[in-house]
């Protein structure tokens, strides 16, 4: 016979930081004592609700049956939480920045200590300029560059992203003394239209179209200049059927454009106002249900659409330096790659797996922001700046090489 426990059964309502309420089911029982894994802290907190009040949910007294927002608990679908996350996200933009765990009264004292704690830890690269260079002594360079918002300001319409001529002439030189890519959400097609620079690598669609320089360098180690590598061909019908879907779904909003890159999708909605956000989040989310070989990602002001499948930007980078003939933990290369989105964290983070020294990753962020990157630049002047400087470095070390020969 089955005994029969005594319980404690009821709902919560709670209200998130945009007034949207959720039911939360909790239940007591000297037999159900665990409201979550067993790892982590032992209790949650919430924060919200009317005047900020704060409330605690030990784990050691309550188990979650279910949250539900009120648009589920009212009949709406089961995609509203989903779409609440998305819309969370896009506010946040990317990469989040840092959450402060100062607790001074002063906001501009707890903006500037956050702002120099964090310019310790990820210093301009400009002024360490010096202790870059000294990383690379008996090791070839190879440079990874982004193209928005690295090269190119961030601008409301995404087709209008041109690069300075000045930008260009930098990379030119760069690309004249080290292996250069440009590593791109944008198309492989679309990004070189902006770059106009035949002897430079292209990774687009996120790396999962990969070409090497239609012109000739001399890169020692280069093992296939032709390189072409496209890791989800596969992909390619079934983007171009979302990608036309989205365009009608989204009419409606006004300011959205969907962006094919031929292996992703990119939906922009930096021209959307934040109102409509939720609607464009939810036809996102409506569409992707049916695709479940898709997976989104964030970028800055700008909804990803890509195969769910193991390559990033860091795999590129990867595959870009095998194909320059160094193996991934090589010591014989340093690369450096520059980058201001949340995509590019991926390729940060393999550049910090590969050891102290053995990597440069560098951030292009006006503020603070979480990263993997070691090393900042405010800003796509600074960028060229940097640019700038490794090629008077390496000029001026070339030229004192032939004086000592």
Not at 330 to 335: A, Q, T
Request: hydrophobic share 35%; charged share 25%.
């Amino acid at each position: 016979m089955n005994t029969l426990r005594f319980c404690l059964f009821c709902f919560v309502l709670v209200f998130d930081i945009k007034g949207v309420a959720m039911a939360v089911a909790a239940m007591n029982s000297k037999n159900d004592r665990s409201m979550f894994s067993s790892s982590g802290a032992s209790s949650m907190t919430e924060s919200g609700g009317v005047g900020g009040c704060n409330f605690t949910i030990p784990r050691s007294t309550t188990k979650l049956l279910k949250v539900k927002t009120t648009a589920e608990v009212g009949g709406d679908g089961g995609g509203a939480a989903r779409v609440n996350a998305w819309v969370d996200s896009m506010r946040a933009s990317s990469p989040p920045r840092v959450r402060s765990t100062i607790t001074s009264p002063s906001t501009l004292s707890q903006t500037g200590d956050e702002q120099n704690s964090w310019n310790l830890s990820h210093p301009s690269a400009i002024n360490m300029f010096e202790e870059i260079t000294n990383a690379s002594k008996g090791k070839q360079i190879v440079m990874f560059l982004d193209y928005d918002g690295t090269l190119s300001p961030i601008v409301e319409d995404p087709d209008k992203a041109f690069m300075s001529n000045e930008m260009r002439e930098a990379v030119r030189a760069v690309a004249k003394y080290f292996p250069t890519a440009i590593v791109s959400g944008r198309s492989r097609h679309k990004v070189y239209s902006f770059v106009k620079l035949a002897e430079l690598y292209y990774a687009g669609s996120h790396g999962m179209d990969i070409k090497g320089p239609s012109k000739r360098n001399k890169y020692k180690n280069a093992i296939n200049q032709a390189v072409l590598y496209e890791p989800a061909s596969a992909f390619v019908p079934m983007i171009d059927e979302v990608c036309k879907i989205l365009v009608k779904k989204t009419k409606s909003i006004s300011g959205d454009k969907v962006e094919n890159n031929k292996f992703c999708l990119s939906v922009h909605f930096r021209c959307v106002e934040e109102k409509s956000w939720d609607a464009l989040a939810k036809q996102v989310s409506l569409v992707l249900d049916e695709y479940p070989k898709l997976k989104l990602t964030q970028g800055r002001k700008v909804l990803e659409i890509k195969p769910d499948i193991k390559w990033d930007k860091g795999k590129a980078l990867e595959f870009l330096l095998k194909s320059l003939g160094y193996a991934n933990n090589s010591s014989e290369v340093l690369p450096v790659y520059i980058g201001d989105d949340r995509t590019d964290e991926d390729a940060f983070k393999v550049l910090r797996d590969r050891g102290q020294g053995q990597g440069i990753g560098i951030l292009v962020s006006e503020v603070p922001k979480e990263t993997k990157a070691s090393y900042s630049l405010q800003e796509p002047a600074e960028v060229r700046d940097f640019l700038q400087l490794l090629v008077k470095w390496k000029r001026l070390t070339l030229q004192s090489q032939r004086m000592e020969a």
